[in-house]
């Protein structure tokens, strides 16, 4: 699959300025050892996260800096000191702990709106050595039933609004035995349910953080795989070395930035970048709770003098829509430093963002096995727009041919990693054979497919799978096909992502329906409101096409590839081993 619409050849390079000798010096020589060296909380037997991020800074100066700044669309702010979020992680740990006793290893699972209880809730449970597995509030109850069995969570934090959109499966989960909602002023929790505001008013706020091992495991993030039902990364607490390097180097945080991450807690970059790497560097940050709209994000921009952005390709192209005037409305002259992660940058964007902002977004690679940015634009190196930058110090990357030897440069191929870095992911939970199947020849492979030039820059081709990355959010088709023949009337489902200006893709599914169903406009409409409710709005087919029969093998799996060719006017390729009629 080819993004070839977006992707194009560099348009002109951003040159760096000449003074930065040192900082190439530091970049030189810049290896895991001497960062695990540089980190007074160092300690090569014993890390945990929620010490590092937040109680270490509480002997020094950054003790009542303000770590969190919220504000939701309604004009509603909290702020919350690294002080305050230590007293108040210290209570949710004791909850955990003294109440419900959680132990080590325990998961811990948030299905929680963007409010800072969900930030103090994973510090808590990282306190209490519990094992934290944020859920995005977007899922409907099919997304969070799949993710709650797997994992076996045996807690559950959510809010009332969410609980009631999953209520019906949560009988289905024989391993949850508590729901903790964050009631923010409403009602009393449920019957048997615990009151997040009433449990945390009698906690007490001292707490003995859980002695956790760096192997320890401490998050873990569901993604898309092309068959099977999503599957759980686990990262450990030694991670965080990764976050912490990661966010100084690359998104170049300094003491006094102000820092907007705008990915959901949700998902990996909204931990990793929204809460480990730049509170581990002890850096404000501010956090934005409500819907987009490209006014509201630069006057938050300009209200909060945000100095330092990390956000996503479709939210970029989404503002260059909303126009070149806009941002000559509001002053964002704060902004230093901008950044983006989640899927090709296209290289216009890049241009677009010096133009407006005078500051060229730096795209970076990873993906949630990684934990942490593995390839970047970081700031000493030149920009090349539409190239996702040079793998960062201390890692290797390589672009492998199919039996997993490296090719030279200018040559496509599987785009992988020599393993061994911090915030690497350990296993998918449960799942260790599929783990062991990603590494090959002493390389991980990522599944995804790239080119390196002769300067060492990464270009990203494309998945090497059928995953879809819409909007920045991975979906596997697999998951929406399932959802999609639990519909009364379809027989069979092949989903594939088509092409999008916007989203990079779109969910698009081929339905054959059953036979006395008609196909229609409004039944295109039911099918598409059936796994919205179930799923999440992301997976949900922009487009259905009805058709006769789906293209499948011999062995009866639908070939994604020849839809996908179809869709795109492309030759079918070999055919050979499609169903016979
Ligand atoms: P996730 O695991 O959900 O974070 O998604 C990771 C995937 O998103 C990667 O494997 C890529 O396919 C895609 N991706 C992330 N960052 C980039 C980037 N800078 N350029 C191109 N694709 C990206």
Not at 92 to 119: H, T
Not at 270 to 287: A, L
Not at 491 to 517: H, Q, R, T, Y
Request: one cysteine or more.
């Amino acid at each position: 699959m080819q993004y070839s619409k977006i992707i194009k050849e560099p348009i002109e390079h951003f040159s760096v300025k000449p003074n930065l000798h040192d900082y190439h010096m530091m970049y030189r020589e810049l290896n895991w050892d001497k960062i695990s060296r540089d980190m007074d909380w160092f300690d090569s037997e014993h890390i945990n996260i929620a010490s590092v991020i937040i109680d270490s800074h509480l002997k020094t100066d950054r003790r009542d800096k303000k770590a969190l700044i919220w504000e939701n669309q309604k004009g509603e702010q909290e702020e919350y000191t690294f002080a305050e979020l230590a007293r108040l992680s210290n209570k949710f740990a004791n909850i955990l702990v003294s109440q419900l006793g959680i132990r080590k290893g325990d998961r811990v699972f948030f299905f929680l709106e963007r409010v800072p209880e969900i930030y103090i809730g994973i510090i808590g449970t990282l306190k209490a050595g519990g094992v934290i597995g944020p859920l995005f509030s977007a899922f409907g109850p099919e997304a969070v039933k799949d993710r709650l069995i797997d994992s076996r969570a045996g807690v559950l934090v959510t809010s009332p609004a969410l609980k009631k959109k999953i209520s019906e499966i949560i009988p289905e989960l024989p391993d949850l035995k508590n729901i903790i909602t964050v009631q923010k002023g409403k009602d009393k929790a449920d019957p048997g349910d615990i009151s997040y505001e009433e449990a945390m008013a009698a906690a007490s706020d001292s707490f003995d953080t859980v002695k956790t091992k760096k192997e320890d495991y401490a998050i873990m993030h569901y993604t898309s795989g092309t068959t099977g039902k999503p599957k759980g990364a686990v990262h450990v607490h030694g991670a965080v070395l990764g976050h912490y390097a990661t966010a100084k180097y690359v998104l170049d945080l300094q003491p006094q930035d102000i820092y907007w991450c705008t990915a959901d807690p949700g998902w990996v970059t909204g931990t990793s970048y929204g809460m480990f790497g730049p509170w581990s560097n002890g850096i404000t940050q501010v956090v934005y709770d409500g819907a987009f709209s490209a006014k509201r994000w630069y006057s938050f921009i300009e209200r909060r003098k945000v100095t330092v952005w990390y956000t996503a390709p479709t939210a970029i192209r989404m503002l260059m829509k909303a126009g070149d005037d806009l941002p000559g409305q509001y002053n964002l002259k704060s902004l230093r430093y901008t950044c983006s992660v989640g899927e090709p940058l296209n290289p216009e964007a890049v241009v677009w963002g010096k133009k407006v902002f005078d500051k060229p977004f730096h795209d970076n690679w990873w993906q949630t096995e990684t934990g942490a940015i593995m390839i970047a634009n970081y700031p000493v190196q030149d920009i090349k727009p539409g190239s996702m930058g040079r793998p960062f110090p201390g890692i290797r990357a390589g672009v492998l041919d199919d039996d997993f030897n490296e090719l030279p440069h200018g040559k496509e191929g599987n785009l992988a990693l020599r393993p061994g870095w911090p915030s690497m992911f350990r296993t998918y939970w449960e799942k260790e054979e599929m783990y062991q199947s990603k590494f090959k020849n002493g390389w991980y492979i990522t599944g995804d497919k790239a080119k390196k030039d002769e300067e060492g820059y990464f270009w990203f081709v494309s998945r090497a799978d059928d995953v879809i990355n819409t909007a920045g959010h991975l979906v596997g088709p697999f998951e929406v096909e399932s959802v999609l023949i639990e519909h009364p009337a379809v027989a069979e489902a092949g989903v594939i992502g088509k092409p999008d200006p916007i989203a990079m893709e779109v969910v698009k599914a081929f339905v054959s329906l059953k036979e006395n169903c008609e196909p229609s406009e409004k039944l295109k409409h039911d099918i598409q409101k059936f796994v919205m409710k179930r799923l999440s709005s992301a997976a949900a087919p922009r487009e259905i096409e009805f058709i006769a029969s789906l293209p499948k093998t011999r062995s009866g799996k639908i070939m994604r590839r020849l839809l996908k060719a179809k869709e795109l006017g492309q030759p079918l390729g070999d055919t050979s081993t499609l169903e016979e009629d």
